[in-house]
């Protein structure tokens, strides 16, 4: 039930917009772009309720969005024919070629009130229906395959993200101030920027349906932006042509190829759903320049590029590309006033709801500290990095680019491997194709941001650091932030090797003749491809792998459980418990049990730290740590009621901080519990010890 929450609260509110749009293909782009519209209504409402002293807390945000689209959808149906008219004009071509529009939104007259109100039935064709189901379908199993059946989702930022909703929930407020800080008590201000979209949509969720704030996050992860990626992907290949066979396949070849579970590795779950979203606002964006409707979808553009700066920046820089690649492929004539329209209620859109954040978000960069290239200089290495070694196309990007576990021997990567570079490579054939006019967006998207990461690999020049500043200079987050890329190239060569078929047997056979104009040959090629991908993807020596390090970095085993639901039950009321930060998985005691930390987020650069200091201070004086100063005062001061410790730890570059057998000899905490490897210490009044009397 909470999974099933947590995806009605990521798409309906922004499937609301839809019906700001008659039926037909401007509507269901809306819908594609659902998850999208919801995040910029969550930006809208969260940015705005606050300034006006309106409640703040998850759920009011959640019914701001509500109203706010029911609003949207009623000024729709209330507008004056004339302007409806004059948007119509603006797009004739697209009229003609969409029958379904000109007979639900006539050129002239007036409609009655309820008329106006009727929301009208629209029914997909059965090759459509079929054609999303199936590719969703995949998509789907394969994040069960991965990210099911584990206790909370892997990596470290997830159990950032855990803490971050859970402030917000008991903050009862989403202001960055209320959930950014060091710690869930006493807490003190962690930075002054952090985009809290995504984690506002998860506490709305876990409070509606009552559940874990991490089973919300693993529906994101499995469901809503694998589901999203699918329903994008799918719209912008119908809406430059391409058939729903190969439309579908398309939308499948992003769940084996290219890192969209990998990406979730280090617990960045907006690092995989942000990308997945990325074609359906592309498309709106085109559409709203060459399509019949330039305000209305320009302000629904507008209002997805709110919503992903408040979920992933960065990512908007993705998306700029290609929609300027979909605008340019889309068919019509360009008409000036349309783009200005467009372009008008985009800006609109987009900076209504940012109004408020433009001074902590133009300082948000100082905020950031960016690693220095991994190759400087090395322009050859960069390359090879990241286009020319083969580990980059195996199947689910695992392990990354010079891992030392890359597994070519194994027999369906090296075949997957086989399949799949041609394919990459015949795909630049797109650009003098017709029947590939789908693909060019994808592929000047994929070569502009492959040349970005080469050239901010090797580059420490001014705006190579500002620009990688962005993802903290961690290269491995653009190969992230542009993964359907893989997927639907490869589709795309291997239509070239269905024309390449198709045009043979023309030639040779005269029986064939009635292939040169079929789409029969290029939607076998295409689903020929995914079929065998996907069976190859589902051998366990494909996926096994990648599911043992996603399972590496979460809690595994029942012992996490009774640990958290124990500390639950006994911690005194305003009591803390510490532990290792995240080292060893105790985080998810305060996001899923509601257990106060010691550790939060730590201050970002240019910010305090004292008060994230003092919290070490009083763990290393609890852990006796061979540094440690006396910091019963500041036992105090956190109240810290017990230390939890473990064996198993976040794989990774961070150290333990504290040693056993000090911990142990330690005369300031007690073992008061035991479940499996986990040991819980209670806080002895030598530990609690201050000289200055509190």
Request: hydrophobic share 50%; charged share 15%.
């Amino acid at each position: 039930m909470t999974t099933l929450i947590a995806f009605a609260v990521a798409v309906v509110p922004g499937a609301l917009l839809g019906f700001a749009l008659p039926p037909g293909r401007y509507r269901w782009a809306t819908w594609a772009a659902a998850p999208a519209l919801t995040l910029g209504l969550v930006t809208l409402a969260m940015t705005w309720l606050p300034r006006l002293g309106l409640p703040d807390g998850p759920l009011a945000v959640l019914a701001a969005e509500v109203l706010l689209a029911g609003l949207a959808v009623l000024a729709s149906r209330l507008v004056s024919r004339g302007l409806v008219v004059r948007e119509a004009t603006a797009g004739d071509a697209d009229r003609h070629a969409d029958t379904d529009e000109s007979r639900t939104d006539p050129p002239t007259g007036w409609r009655s009130a309820a008329g106006r109100l009727r929301l009208p039935a629209v029914r997909p064709g059965r090759a459509d229906v079929i054609g999303i189901a199936v590719p969703a379908a995949v998509s789907v199993a394969f994040g069960w395959l991965m990210l099911g059946r584990l206790i909370a989702p892997p990596g470290w930022d997830a159990m950032n993200h855990g803490f971050l909703t859970r402030r917000i929930m008991d903050a009862d407020s989403v202001l960055i101030s209320s959930a950014c800080t060091t710690g869930a008590t006493e807490p003190a201000l962690s930075c002054s920027f952090y985009p809290l979209a995504a984690n506002v949509a998860w506490a709305q969720a876990a409070e509606l349906s009552g559940g874990r704030i991490s089973t919300v996050m693993s529906a994101w992860s499995i469901l809503v932006g694998p589901l999203a990626l699918v329903a994008a992907v799918y719209a912008c290949v119908r809406a430059l042509g391409g058939r729903p066979v190969v439309a579908a396949s398309a939308a499948a070849a992003p769940a084996v190829l290219g890192p969209m579970w990998m990406s979730v590795i280090t617990g960045r779950i907006t690092e995989q759903t942000a990308p997945c979203m990325a074609g359906a606002i592309a498309l709106l964006i085109a559409l709203s320049a060459r399509g019949a409707h330039p305000v209305r979808l320009g302000l629904l553009a507008g209002l997805c590029g709110a919503g992903i700066v408040m979920t992933h920046t960065y990512d908007v820089l993705f998306i700029a590309v290609l929609a300027v690649g979909m605008l340019l492929a889309l068919r019509g004539r360009w008409v000036l006033r349309r783009v200005a329209a467009a372009a008008g209620a985009m800006l609109l859109a987009a900076l209504v709801p940012l109004i408020p954040l433009l001074g902590v978000l133009a300082g948000a960069n100082g905020e950031r500290l960016s690693n220095p290239p991994a190759l400087l200089g090395q322009y050859d290495e960069a390359f090879e990095y990241w286009v020319s070694d083969p580990q980059r196309y195996v199947l689910f990007a695992y392990p990354g680019v010079g891992g030392a576990d890359f597994q070519l021997g194994e027999p369906t990567i090296r075949i997957a491997l086989w399949l799949v570079i041609p394919c990459l490579l015949l795909s630049a054939l797109c650009l003098v194709l017709p029947r590939l006019r789908w693909a060019r967006p994808w592929f000047a998207a994929g070569v502009i941001w492959t040349a970005i990461g080469v050239w901010t690999t090797a580059s420490d020049s001014t705006a190579a650091m500002t620009l990688s500043s962005l993802w903290y200079g961690v290269r491995e987050r653009v190969r992230s932030m542009i993964f359907p890329v893989y997927g639907l190239l490869a589709v795309a060569g291997a239509v070239v090797l269905g024309i390449a078929v198709q045009w043979l047997l023309a030639r040779v056979a005269r029986r064939a003749e009635s292939l040169r104009r079929s789409d029969v040959p290029t939607a076998v090629a295409a689903a020929a491809l995914v079929v065998v991908l996907l069976g190859l993807a589902a051998v366990p020596a494909s996926w096994q792998p990648l599911r043992g390090a996603l399972k590496g970095r979460a809690p595994v085993g029942d012992s996490y459980v009774r640990t958290y639901e124990w500390l639950a039950e006994n911690t005194p009321r305003g009591g803390t418990v510490a532990y290792d930060r995240h080292h060893e998985f105790i985080s998810w005691s305060y996001a899923d049990y509601e257990v106060p930390t010691l550790f939060g987020i730590p201050p970002l650069p240019g910010l305090p730290t004292e008060n994230y200091d003092r919290r070490w201070d009083a763990w290393n004086w609890l852990v006796d740590n061979a540094d440690a100063r006396p910091a019963g005062c500041e036992v105090r001061r956190f109240n810290i009621s017990y230390v939890v410790v473990g064996t198993r730890n976040m794989p990774g570059a961070w150290d333990k901080h504290y040693e056993r057998k000090r911990l142990e000899a330690s005369d300031r905490i007690e073992l008061a519990q035991k479940f499996g490897r986990i040991r819980i210490y209670q806080v002895t009044e030598a530990g609690r010890s201050c000289a200055e009397g509190g």
